[in-house]
């Protein structure tokens, strides 16, 4: 098979031109081409009324090696990479523990169901409820303002990923096509087919909630173990003789113990009673960088329209997305993150007396406001007003001060604070909403949002805003929605680990992983995580067991 990239055809074209495309690539005629099929589609739409496609194509040809030959020195004309996954290991029969996952977010349930397809059989712990239980539970905090703290946008089975846009694409280097294998899961469990083949692919969340549960599935009937509701409290910890440190076990809340010598600590970013565990229990942390700002809401023909001018609605096209940064004087950076085209923002607090959003799309992406999270990017140094101890867990104090002060302007009722964009440009409070509506449930308090976060992300915002306008017209027209506060764009502490083995810096037998511990960014990356350390996990203990090599 050849692939040939960067195959360009008008966004309407007929779709033998995909045929006569090739031919003329590779110069040769129709007899030449046994069949295609399309890898990847995309669109370049930097010109507005003229939009085209852009293919990656894989070809089976006639003579391969001949073809090869004549194009050895064109870049977009290369063999077809093997992209099928290769187990590394098998389990051993005689495997004295298993494996523990925690967490049942993207990567915890990669983690799970790469390890339960080599026979290992994991004992997955998840502290949220199962998924369709902790749907009921999100929409009560949405309808009826009653936060639970264990089943939330943060905690419960499908992570944070389930209510969301349901975005699969990714700009992390992926040399083993791990990416791959996460897109062809999620189609083999119930997505569109389409996942696997559209550069920028979603899924949505109604679909999510299905797809979860039929990965659960798989990984029960292979053998392993999902528990739910069951929130780690405790790691246990040896040192030997040596003075190196292992993992020997975990305590759950409920006081049972699991004798395991593999853990994946494959948390969500919001985990943070069991980053103190961590810290207390002497586990390498570090404070990392994260951003916090508002989230914004325009109406999606706008963006449309702004993006794909004549052309816009388009089914090929589909909503319109965006994705903006802006350097500004005070050294600060503005970037938009998380836009949901057509979607919605939502209620994503997770702890009592706070208000954090996000955002969320169906796969329909039909909803009237676009959304995205703008947001400026904060470093540890910017910790120490709210933990002056030099903790690795300051990050989490400034979330916690800013969300709390989020529920008091909000009305201390779980609605959230909101401002129209030309109010907080000016730096006045909003007495009423125009022609923009916010979507957040359950409900918006307007007030003066330059009190919702530090200073310096005000006045970054406030320079940024216009700038936006100018490439995205309409930007920051006057009654655009600000609602506040987004701080858990990603965690605000990676748990350490090797390069190599994927193993704690300093306590073996414990695999941070995904998200939460930092070594991830949105659902494809941490799947793709999540294979990386179920492997360094089944190569571990087969390594123990030198006949459980896969051949």
């Known amino acids: 098979m050849l692939r040939l990239t960067d195959i360009t055809l008008p966004l309407d074209h007929p779709e033998e031109a995909l045929a006569t495309a090739i031919r003329h690539r590779l110069h040769v005629g129709a007899q030449a081409i046994r069949s295609y099929t399309v890898f990847r589609r995309g669109h370049d739409a930097r010109r507005r009324g003229a939009i085209q496609l852009i293919y990656t194509l894989d070809v089976d040809v006639a003579d391969e090696a001949k073809l090869l030959q004549r194009f050895a020195d064109d870049q977009h004309v290369r063999p077809t990479p093997d992209t099928n996954y290769q187990f590394v290991a098998q389990a051993p029969a005689n495997m004295a523990h298993r494996p523990v996952v925690i967490g049942l977010g993207p990567c915890g349930l990669f983690a799970g169901l790469i390890l339960a397809q080599m026979g290992f059989r994991p004992i997955i712990l998840e502290r949220g409820k199962a998924v369709r239980e902790r749907t009921k539970d999100t929409w009560d905090l949405w309808r009826k303002r009653n936060l639970h703290p264990e089943s939330n946008v943060q905690f419960g089975e499908g992570g944070a990923g389930t209510f969301s846009d349901g975005k699969l694409y990714s700009q992390i280097s992926d040399s083993k096509h791990y990416g791959r294998k996460v897109l062809t899961e999620f189609v083999k469990a119930g997505a569109p087919e389409e996942i696997i083949y559209v550069s920028k692919p979603h899924i949505g969340t109604f679909r999510l909630v299905t797809m979860v549960e039929n990965m659960r599935n798989t990984i029960e009937s292979l053998g392993g173990e999902i528990r739910f509701e069951h929130r780690v409290d405790d790691i246990k910890v040896e040192t030997d003789a040596d003075g190196v440190r292992h993992v020997r076990g975990v305590v759950l809340a409920s006081g049972e113990e699991i004798r395991t010598d593999h853990v994946v ?114 470093e540890p140094s910017d910790f120490a007003p709210y933990d002056g101890s030099g903790s690795p867990l300051a990050g989490i104090a400034l979330q916690r001060h800013w969300e709390s002060r989020a529920f008091e302007l909000g009305g201390g009722t779980y609605e959230a604070p909101g401002q129209l964009v030309g109010d907080f440009i000016a730096g006045r409070p909003s007495q009423a909403f125009g022609d923009i509506l916010p979507s957040y449930k359950p409900g918006v308090h307007l007030t003066d949002l330059a009190h919702a976060i530090p200073d310096y992300a005000v006045e970054a915002i406030r320079e940024a805003m216009p700038a936006f306008d100018r490439k995205i017209k309409g930007f920051a027209r006057h009654d655009a929605i600000f609602t506040g506060v987004e701080t858990r764009t990603s965690s605000p502490v990676r748990v350490r680990r090797n390069d190599d083995d994927l193993q704690s810096r300093n306590t073996r037998g414990l695999f941070p992983a995904g998200e939460g511990a930092g070594y991830a960014g949105g659902i494809l990356s941490a799947g793709v995580d999540g294979i990386r350390v179920a492997e360094a996990v089944a190569l571990s203990i087969a390594a123990m067991h030198p006949m459980s090599h896969a051949h």
């Open 265 to 378: 600590l494959a948390l969500g970013h919001s985990a943070r009673d069991t980053f103190e565990m961590l810290h207390k229990r002497g586990v390498y942390l570090e404070a990392k960088p994260f951003s916090i700002g508002f989230r914004v809401e325009h109406p999606q023909s706008m963006i449309d329209r702004a993006r794909f001018g004549p052309q816009a609605g388009h089914p090929l096209l589909g909503a319109a997305d965006y994705k903006l940064v802006h350097h500004c004087r005070n050294g600060r950076s503005v970037y938009s993150f998380c836009m949901c085209p057509g979607g919605t923002v939502v209620a994503a607090a997770s702890e009592p007396g706070r208000v954090v959003t996000n955002g969320m799309s169906q796969y329909s992406r039909n909803e009237r406001n676009a959304n995205a999270a703008i947001v400026v990017g904060i």
